[in-house]
């Protein structure tokens, strides 16, 4: 399979958005390493079963990452664990939460559409997003794998976020989203 990158430009708020199959540049050693693993767990298939690869097979990374459950489809998802670093990150439990409880608007429409991503290249979907808000250079890597159910269909997905400049919290992260949705609002307002 072919490598293909996805860039989008949301100017002009100085946002960039990439997604591949493969690492992309500076994508961090842990998420390769993790990549790696759930290929070791196919046992010959391209996609893992779930219960092949857990969390617990990988506890240095635990902290880091979210088994979501995707069989009742994508609008319905929900976390079915999240690592102590990603509630930190998010600001609140995931455990149980649809994604429509944790997200909405924009953000809900972005995530979803990650797993959609996923789901339609059938493998691991690379992300590199980052934002610049004045001087400031922010943003995050994302890893989604996916994982078979019992029916070996895609029913799970393995989510790894890594956060990148200074944002590390909830409160944060909140913050940066409010001056984008302001920014957006505004450029809505001069049209």
């Known amino acids: ?38 290929r070791e767990c196919g046992g010959g298939k391209a996609v893992p079963r779930a219960l092949d690869f857990t969390p617990v097979a990988l506890r240095r990374l635990a902290g880091d990452l979210a088994l979501v459950d995707l069989r009742p489809g994508v609008d319905q998802a929900r976390y079915l664990w999240a690592g102590p670093n990603l509630v930190q990150l998010f600001g609140s439990p995931l455990t149980g939460r649809l994604l429509s409880q944790c997200y909405s608007g924009q953000t809900l429409r972005e995530v979803r559409d990650a797993y959609r991503r996923m789901l339609s290249m059938g493998g691991p979907v690379f992300s590199d997003r980052r934002f610049r808000i004045f001087s400031e250079k922010l943003g995050y890597h994302r890893l989604l794998l996916p994982l078979l159910d019992d029916h070996d269909e895609i029913g799970f997905a393995m989510l790894m976020i890594l956060p990148k400049g200074g944002l590390r919290s909830a409160i944060e992260w909140r913050g940066l989203e409010m001056e984008l949705d302001l920014i957006n609002a505004l450029r809505v307002e001069d049209r």
């Open 1 to 38: 399979m072919g490598t293909v990158i996805l860039t989008r430009l949301a100017a002009p708020f100085g946002m960039w958005e990439t997604h591949a199959p493969e690492p992309l540049d500076h994508t961090p050693d842990s998420m390769v390493e993790l990549r790696d693993q759930w």
